[in-house]
T-cell receptor, first 115, second 109 residues
């Protein structure tokens, strides 16, 4: 069964450094998402992406964050200058369509630790 | 505003039935989804409801009442592997989910 994949599984970085988290969505899906989950807290929406542009973003997704689909398969989340509070599990998700009851399928996540 | 409430923790016995409730207040409604999340892993899709009533899927059923802003997930014939967090998520007008805090279910032998 097709699945969303993410790399790396764990990323450790120093505060102020840039990180890029990578995702390969399910191949026939058109909508892509990033969520994060701080340890012990709920899953929070960051951004959705369709047709090579951001379609929605949350208040969390400030100027430090950016997303890109650099080729036909990868979808990346970049954090320009990491802060301690960016430490979290970052989940990529994808769906066939974006509207209505379309189900989002999640990748295994990247655990980001900012020191 | 958007608010989703679930009990924080529940405990049940192997072989029993458990009901996990979710209440929501969101701007717009395009469906309510239930996900299972084992510790340190990704949420995995269980079920969704967009119309009122019960949806059954094997050992799992989910119920929705839109007028009451209420849903529940029913798990039957509990197994040890069902020990996990269960996340209620609502899709509003947009494409993203608003997740509840999750209910941590412990299944005891």
């Amino acid at each position: 069964e097709p699945e969303v994949t993410q790399t790396p599984s764990h990323q450790v970085t120093q505060m102020g450094q840039e990180v890029i988290l990578r995702c390969v969505p399910i191949s026939n899906h058109l909508y892509f998402y990033w969520y994060r989950q701080i340890l012990g807290q709920k899953v929070e929406f960051l951004v959705s992406f369709y047709n090579n542009e951001i379609s929605e973003k949350s208040e969390i997704f400030d100027d430090q964050f950016s997303v890109e689909r650099p080729d036909g398969s990868n979808f990346t989340l970049k954090i320009r200058s990491t802060k301690l509070e960016d430490s979290a599990m970052y989940f990529c998700a994808s769906s066939v369509k974006g509207g209505g009851t379309d189900t989002q399928y999640f990748g295994p996540g990247t655990r980001l630790t900012v020191l | 505003g958007q608010n989703i409430d679930q009990p924080t923790e529940m405990t049940a016995t192997e072989g029993a039935i458990v009901q996990i409730n979710c209440t929501y207040q969101t701007s717009g409604f395009n469906g309510l989804f239930w996900y299972q999340q084992h510790a340190g892993e990704a949420p995995t899709f269980l079920s969704y409801n967009v119309l009122d009533g019960l949806e059954e899927k094997g050992r799992f059923s989910s119920f929705l009442s839109r007028s009451k802003g209420y849903s529940y997930l029913l798990l039957k014939e509990l197994q040890m592997k069902d020990s996990a967090s269960y996340l209620c998520a609502v899709k509003g007008y947009g494409q993203n989910f608003v997740f509840g805090p999750g209910t941590r279910l412990s299944v005891l032998p």
